[in-house]
């Protein structure tokens, strides 16, 4: 048997900070197959600044998104940290609580709306599949209201989850206080050390329902 993995979301997904080869991507395919015992075939479909809101509108109209999604056993998903981001840069470098909020909750809808697509393309289907979401690490040590941003919508994420089709992998913790390890030069994505953490948090939630 052949299991097929697809991967959609932001430039984590897309491999940025990583050596080439060694995104969480990659890794974590080639730990499925190590755990499966069997060939997974994989699609990237990680795009380098993606939103919530624009992978929602994929999700819901993009023929090749759609397709890919449809026929995949394993689905992952990084999303959110740009959310962040455009809050933080739309008040000029700074936080703005109110922002952060209006961002936060736009971002639960759009997840829960790109869930709720996903498992729609999925019914009737015979194939087993699973869904696996990348937790928020915080771009923005420094500041408390980043850090708060990323716990709350950590926690929703987690609430979405249903035990095994839909999972979160705590990568927050694992890089809470290490940043200077787990963060690439420029102080935002993840090194190849943290793209290896992210592979790894992922690979210990399990494979059920596959395996």
């Known amino acids: 048997m052949v299991y097929h993995y697809t991967a ?8 940025i ?3 080439p080869g060694s995104g969480f991507v990659p890794l974590y395919r080639r730990m499925s197959e190590i755990h499966l015992q069997q060939f997974v075939a994989y699609d990237n479909l990680g795009i380098n600044g993606l939103t919530s809101e624009e992978l929602y509108e994929r ?20 999303i959110g940290g740009n959310d962040l ?29 790109s869930l709720g697509a996903i498992r729609k393309l999925k019914t009737g289907s015979r194939q087993p599949y699973m869904i696996r979401a990348v937790g928020l690490y915080n771009p923005y040590p ?16 987690i609430g979405l989850g249903d ?13 809470l206080g290490r940043e200077q390890e787990m963060l690439s030069i420029d102080g935002v994505h993840p090194s190849t050390k943290g793209h290896r953490v992210i592979a790894e948090q992922l690979n210990q939630l399990g494979y059920k329902p596959l395996k």
């Open 59 to 78: 999700v819901m109209r993009d023929p090749r998104f759609r397709s890919r999604l449809k026929e995949a056993n394993i689905i992952t998903i990084s």
């Open 163 to 175: 035990g095994g089709y839909f999972r979160v992998a705590d990568v927050y913790s694992r890089f």
């Open 142 to 157: 420094s500041w408390g209201d980043a850090a708060e941003y990323v716990t709350r919508f950590n926690r929703y994420l």
């Open 85 to 113: 981001i455009r809050a933080v840069k739309s008040s000029g470098g700074h936080l703005d609580k109110s922002k952060l909020d209006i961002a936060l909750i736009r971002c639960q809808q759009n997840m829960s709306g």
């Open 8 to 15: 959609v979301g932001d430039s984590l997904t897309f491999g």
């Open 17 to 19: 900070g990583a050596m």
